[in-house]
């Protein structure tokens, strides 16, 4: 390895001194380079270790808000699927207490009686002569 080095010099009376520039080759030891070198490997692969975490954190986190939505529509669900139940409940609950406390029943179909208004029946009669005959004929 190359090291620059300022050199001074004297001159023979000691008054003024000039300095000079020298370069000088240093040698470093094997256990100095390897211990550098160590480092070096050392630090790129925590650099690589820690955007792959960083990549497995952003990714888990995606997926974390992915099950919250799915979690919120889920309860979403759950809650409409309350109020229908709620609602069916409801009217078995109307429909026993009709007949137990109002003795209240469905009609059978001899209890059934169809009425028909009276301007619907003016409206069914035969205007046409040859009706009115052929309903006299089959009275």
Do not use: C
């Amino acid at each position: 390895m190359l090291k620059f080095r300022k050199l001074t010099a004297e001159k023979p009376d000691g008054k003024a001194t000039t300095n000079k520039v020298v370069l000088e080759k240093t040698e470093y030891s094997y256990g100095f380079l390897t211990t550098m070198s160590l480092l070096v490997v050392a630090i790129l692969a925590t650099g690589v270790l820690t955007s792959a975490q960083i990549h497995e954190y952003r990714k888990n986190y995606e997926d974390l808000q992915d099950i919250k939505r799915n979690y919120m529509d889920l309860r979403v669900e759950y809650r409409r699927l309350l109020i229908e139940q709620q609602t069916f409940s409801t009217t078995q609950k109307i429909a026993s207490r009709a007949v137990t406390e109002l003795h209240m029943y469905f009609p059978s179909f001899k209890d059934k009686m169809i009425l028909q208004p009276y301007w619907l029946k003016q409206q069914n009669k035969p205007t046409n002569s040859s009706n009115r005959k052929n309903n006299e004929v089959s009275q």
